[in-house]
């Protein structure tokens, strides 16, 4: 049985994959099946791929991100599921030390951990500690959990039906995580650096902020929709009136604030780097 299965879904990011690939290929002392779904990139994506053995390269058009893993997840085959953007990178030794933390932790459905912010070099900008999992906050808040360093039980999950809402195109995480939260699955927090993620302008929740023309504006407040559509199925909702429940929705939202950055202070120590390193370049 195959410990990982490792999701990246794929479109015209060759520039970037090769790092991805490098930083699963690099994991030591676990078993792990990468599939790339790539949804029939015009770049040099699938050279790239077929640099990497451990890959298996899956090229198709998709009806979007959230279909793209769907297809991988139905794939899958490891024991633990997760899924990693052609931007972003795991942090060396990261599966290791998951694997040896489910193992003290059979309960667990779900298993999140910290990252790192990097720029479009990979350079490092901010570390992001987390705390212990909190429903509530999760579910009237943002998604404050990344799926970049979220690894989810096959059995429970991915195998029992479990699947991204492919409606959604940006915040499917957000959705997918409070549905699991919903349904009674276990998250369990593991205070380990896991993951790097790469900001660059162009990722998913930020290409369209600060746009002035038409399409841009309306991306945004499509983005935007998806957030209150997790608020209104999952979240606190006490009236029938959409207008007196974003009153609500927005009280909610800064007391969750100041709760995580409360939470993220007091555990702000608590979270390590899974191999000893240098600390790097611009570290607080």
Not at 22 to 49: K, N
Not at 106 to 115: S, T
């Amino acid at each position: 049985m195959v410990d990982f299965t490792i999701v990246t879904p794929s479109y015209n990011y060759g520039h970037y994959i090769s790092e991805c690939l490098e930083s699963v290929a690099g994991q030591e002392g676990v078993t792990v099946e990468h599939l790339v779904m790539d949804a029939d990139s015009t770049d040099d994506t699938a050279e790239v791929v077929g640099r990497f053995p451990h890959a298996s390269f899956f090229r198709e058009p998709d009806k979007g991100m959230s279909d793209g893993i769907n297809k991988g997840f139905r794939k899958a085959q490891g024991n633990w599921v997760m899924w990693l953007n052609a931007d972003d990178r795991l942090r060396p030794g990261a599966l290791r030390e998951v694997k040896e933390f489910v193992e003290d932790h059979p309960e667990a459905d779900v298993v999140f951990g910290c990252w790192n912010f990097v720029d479009a070099e990979g350079d490092f900008l901010r570390r992001m500690t987390l705390f212990p999992f909190r429903k509530a906050m999760l579910e009237n808040h943002l998604c404050y959990i990344a799926s970049t360093s979220t690894f989810f039980r096959r059995a429970t999950t991915v195998g029992e039906g479990y699947l991204l809402n492919e409606r959604f195109k940006c915040v499917m995480d957000g959705e997918y995580l409070c549905r699991l939260a919903a349904e009674g699955k276990r998250f369990d927090y593991l205070p380990r650096v896991l993951a790097d993620f790469r900001m660059h302008g162009q990722n998913t929740s930020q290409k369209h902020l600060a746009k002035t023309d038409v399409d841009g504006i309306l991306a945004l407040q499509l983005q935007l929709a998806e957030r209150k559509a997790i608020h209104r199925m999952y979240g606190i909702r006490l009236f029938n009136d959409e207008m007196l429940n974003s009153v609500v929705e927005g009280f909610l939202h800064h007391v969750f604030r100041i709760q995580k950055g409360l939470l993220r202070w007091i555990h702000r120590n608590s979270c390590r780097e899974v191999v000893p390193v240098a600390e790097p370049k611009g570290a607080d």
